[in-house]
């Protein structure tokens, strides 16, 4: 099964609205709707996974880490984001990494 976690990006929300005004509007089942947001999920790890190139740099402090069910997540305050030529100051980030290799539950998915 692929991680949901771009369901809460722009391009997810946008995709759950609409699958919303879908249900609402009697064109699709919500078991239809469902297989969307998997599909999605798929699509999306494996496009990160395979795609994307760029590499960003980045340095700040580290306020928090926790690391629960194979699931990293870190906060961290006074952030720079550098990419070869641009560099971006924040105050706060969170950044949540998952496993990204393929176990044998969701490796012939």
């Known amino acids: 099964m692929a ?3 771009y369901r809460n990006t722009t391009l997810g929300n946008s995709l759950q609205e ?3 005004e879908l249900i609402q509007s009697q ?3 919500p078991q239809l ?3 969307v947001l998997l599909q999605f ?3 999306i790890n494996t496009a990160l996974a ?3 190139r760029n590499r960003v740099n980045f340095r700040g402090s580290l306020n928090t880490y926790r690391f629960c069910d ?3 997540t870190f906060v961290l305050n006074d952030v720079e984001f550098r990419e ?3 560099l971006v100051k924040v105050d706060k980030v969170k950044i949540v990494a998952c496993d990204g290799k393929n176990t044998g539950s969701n490796a012939a998915e």
Request: charged content about 20%.
């Open 3 to 5: 991680y949901q976690l």
């Open 33 to 35: 709707a469902l297989q």
């Open 41 to 43: 999920d798929k699509a």
């Open 84 to 86: 070869v030529t641009d």
């Open 27 to 29: 064109q699709i089942t």
């Open 70 to 72: 194979n699931v990293w």
């Open 50 to 52: 395979n795609r994307v």
């Open 18 to 20: 609409s699958l919303d």
